[in-house]
């Protein structure tokens, strides 16, 4: 594993020991349901860390409770290595760190308002200084850099105007415009037509790099959590089986159930061999 | 896990070696008659062989649910195929002209012939009434004479047949699992014994454990029961790895077609070639998946960048 340069303190968001569990009625009894046990991670500037699992293995929960959306049942978040509060100005503070991409654009953009609007929010909400003019200079620039230009054509549109990958750059921009240094990407792509998901990802990446950027990219494809992530950690029924490099996990797994995921993905070069085995399989009755 | 029924069926079936149609398209156009009129479908040909796997790829707004609809007759208006013909060829010897159908012949023939699982199996139970009553709707539709034994006897049979326990018929949708829903939704689309099944998307919306476990499933299916499959997807590599032959959509026109095979060595439409580069391998090298800055320290991770995004 590489490290980081020696000196300060480099910027980090740390999940130290994250628990949750959700306590479900159902009639007169409780049952809990241990949805995250015991998960600990840091994600560094300029690095991204992929979390891979099925669904209720759950990674939505990590991520919400790293959005303090949820508050975690034991265990903390660290930003810089400080604890981060619960309380309104603390969670406002630490949102203009980290922000997240929602999965679905459709749904995570309000279609009444424009994409001015979406931009504009979080700019004023996180730099309450800024004048008018100023903060739509800001909402222009950050369009620009999310490849949608001219700027000035995309700015006054609403998303139903827009395609679902221009909506989910711009649901980006939105991630960034309170200069957020990690963000959490939750299926970001997964919703978007296949021929253009590389290309986000790739738009990802590329301003990943531009500002350091801290990345959890929380997926079920594990060939772009491969291509897209330094480190890989392997999410089952709430705990981590595996973490490591990206190429170790994926060319080398070690847990079972790494095994059984990588075998289900789809793979062009065992063509006809999923035919043949089943002819076998019935033959041999 | 199935053991009961595989006992009696006499051969495989075998796929693509002797290559008799079952369904032929010719030239079929499908519009949407709105002001302008789209072409969703232009001009379309393609045979599907009886046993094998016609995998049919493309992005979304290709026209690819479209021509699904069109080959079973389910179009509603707006939407008009405007020109071409569609003719089934039935296990009997006949030929069917499926354009020409309607009234009772219409609703003998679907189902009956060509069943559909859906896209979005999900929603598409009924939530307030059994799995049983679901299924047992089906043989009131179709087999109007069967006594409630028979029916009873022929839904456990299906339910076994794609692996969920029989007593779950008595089961109400909300019930079951994604994976079992959709099972439940093979199991009523293989209820009349069809020679053509089309499945629209039928995985999109499971996990890739669950997605694998039905996969093989209905590749154990059709080698027992010998129907025809349309599988309709956007997900390249699965189709390469399941299909016997591919046809390749793109804005309402088939660009290409032929064995998986050569779809997958030997691409010959530029849009084939993209479709196949979106798809990052998964044990092999990038390919056009650019990621710069992998974590490197600032300066020296300006090699070469994002350029592969188209």
Redesign the interface.
Known sequence: M?TT?AGAQPPTLEARGLVKDFHLRSGMRTTVLHAVKDVSFTL?A???LALVG??GSGKSTIARMLMKLENPTRGQILLDGRPTGRGGWARAAYRSEVQMVFQDPFASLNPFHTIMHHLERPLRIHHPGLSGTRVRERALELLERVRLSPAESFIDRRPHELSGGQRQRVAIARALAPGARFIVADEPVSML???I???V???L??L??ED?LGVLYIT?D???A???S?EIMVLYKGDVVERGPADQV??DPKHEYTR?????????E??????DE??A???A? | MT?LI?APVAE?VV?CVDAEPVLTARHVTIEYEVDPPVQAVRDVSLTLNRGEILGLAG??GCGKTTLAYGLNRLLKAPALMTSGEIVFHDRSGADIDVAALGGEALRAFRWDKISMVFQGAMNSLNPVITIRAQIFDIFDTHRPGMSRRDKQTRAEELLTLVGVEPARLASFPHELSGGMRQRMMIAMALALDPQVMIMDEPTTAL??????GI??EI??LR??LGFAVIFIT?????L???SDRIAVMLDGRIVEQGP??QI?RAPEHEYTR??LS??????GQ?G???????????AE??GP??E???
């Open positions: 590489r340069d560094e300029g690095r991204t099925e669904s037509d296949v021929s998901r590389l290309g990802l790739n738009l990446a590329d990943q790099r350091r079920h594990l060939a772009t491969r291509h897209f330094d994926i060319l059984t995921l990588l075998a289900a993905a789809p793979e062009p065992n063509l006809g061999r999923l035919r089943v002819r399989e019935l033959a009755g | 053991d595989t495989p796929a992005e979304s996990d890739v454990v669950v997605q694998r996969i093989r590749m154990r080698e027992k956007h997900d390249l590599p699965m390469i790895e399941i998986a095979e997958y993209r479709l979106s798809f990052p391998s998964l044990r990038r056009g998946f650019v990621r710069a800055g992998s974590g490197v320290m600032g991770a300006a960048t994002g592969g995004s188209r």
